[in-house]
Each structure stands twice: as C-alpha cells, then as structure tokens.
T-cell receptor, first 108, second 115 residues
Framework: RKEVEQDPGPFNVPEGATVAFNCTYS??????FFWYRQDCRKEPKLLMS???SGNEDGRFTAQLNRASQYISLLIRDSKLSDSATYLC?????????FGRGTSLIVHP | SAVISQKPSRDICQRGTSLTIQCQVD?????MFWYRQQPGQSLTLIAT?????????ESGFVIDKFPISRPNLTFSTLTVSNMSPEDSSIYLC????????????FGQGTRLTVV
C-alpha cells in the first residue's frame, strides 16, 4: 500500500461547481498535512495546511479525519483558474511524502 | 518562507553524460531534499542532502548515480550521472525549516531530457 493515495482523476467540472478530493495515508504517526497545487510544467506550491479542526480559506476548505486517516479538499464555486493538479502531502517526521496528485479541469 | 533558485531550468543531454543541478536558497535551512517527478507521477524522494556529510538516499537511488553535495546550509547540487533516456524527468530541489513538520518550498525544477 502506498503511503499517500489519491484518485488521479481527472475531475472535469463546469465553472461554479463544487468539487471534493480525498486523500488517504497509511502512517498513523503522521503529524502534518498539506494540500499543494501544481500547475502544468511548474513546481508545486502550498495551497493550504490542514488542521485537526479543519480550516477554510475563501472557496477552499480542508478537513482531516485522523481516525480514518484521510484528508479532504473542497473547492466551492470553481473557477477556470482552479484547473491544476492538487497534491496531498503528509509528513510524519521532517520529510514530506507526496501523493501522485488529483487533476482538476474546470470548463466554461 | 524560502526563495529557492534552481538551475538549469531545462537541459537536453546526450546519453552517457552527466548533468549537475544547483539549488541555492536565500536563507539557511535545515532540511534540503531532491525529488524526481516523472510524467504523470508523484514526486519521488531521491535523497536528503545533509550539510557536511553524505546524503541519505531512498530505496532505489544510489550515490554513484546521483551524487549530492551540500557544502553549507544554503546550497546543494545533484548530479545525474551516466544518463540514459530513463532519467528524463523533472528534478526538484525542496527545503523545509526542519523544526518539526512544516511546509515544503520548491525550486522551479529542472526539466531534463536525455536523448
């Protein structure tokens, strides 16, 4: 079993739609969780950290479920500019482990 | 945050040759990593670059193929040796502050094509 698993997609949604991604992790000792965004031919960039209490940043909401060992990312009112690959990142020590990413395509 | 300058941004190399990628950070950081990202794949950790000592390699990666230097807390190099077409990939330098588990920052990546 891979340490961090994501559905690669692609998720193909119209503008304005709400879309959710899940990510599962295998290491129960993991301590930090993040969502990164990677645009085509670019390096990954931090989208948001994921806290135990959940957190929201504008149209983006991240949740953590430690009991079931998964994190989620919800995007409301999707924009064309949200089209990208979203990487789930889990860190149990100093080394982040990346999922393979979920591809999102938002169309007009 | 940390600003990372990675170069070259891209290169096309002949098989059998070697390429050295440089990573320069604008501040002292504890942890520096080298990743590889093949098309459609996740980031795969090659090694942790340790300042003043040998890098720590992940399973499947060896020093003879991917020698790494880290002479100080702001600079590291990764060499891809004796290249073959299978080495064609994006190579990314990454840093974290190392104080607990924090976010990772990335260089712009080096897109390598071996012909």
């Amino acid at each position: 079993r891979k340490e961090v698993e994501q559905d690669p997609g692609p998720f193909n949604v119209p503008e304005g739609a709400t879309v959710a991604f899940n990510c599962t992790y295998s290491n129960s000792a993991s301590q930090s969780f993040f969502w990164y965004r990677q645009d085509c031919r670019k390096e990954p960039k931090l989208l948001m950290s994921v806290y135990s209490s959940g957190n929201e940043d504008g149209r983006f909401t991240a949740q953590l479920n430690r009991a079931s060992q998964y994190i989620s990312l919800l995007i409301r009112d999707s924009k064309l500019s949200d089209s990208a690959t979203y990487l789930c990142v889990v860190a149990g020590s100093y080394i982040p482990t990346f999922g393979r990413g979920t591809s999102l395509i938002v169309h007009p | 945050s940390a600003v990372i300058s990675q170069k070259p941004s891209r290169d096309i190399c002949q098989r059998g040759t070697s390429l050295t990628i440089q990573c320069q950070v604008d501040s002292q950081v504890t942890m520096m990593f080298w990743y590889r990202q093949q098309p459609g794949q996740s980031l795969t950790l090659i090694a942790t670059a340790n300042q003043g000592s040998e890098a720590t390699y992940e399973s499947g990666f060896v020093i003879d193929k991917f020698p790494i230097s880290r002479p100080n807390l702001t600079f590291s190099t990764l060499t891809v040796s004796n290249m073959s077409p299978e080495d064609s990939s994006i190579y990314l330098c990454s840093v974290t502050s190392g104080t607990g588990t924090t976010e990772a920052f990335f260089g712009q990546g080096t897109r390598l094509t071996v012909v």
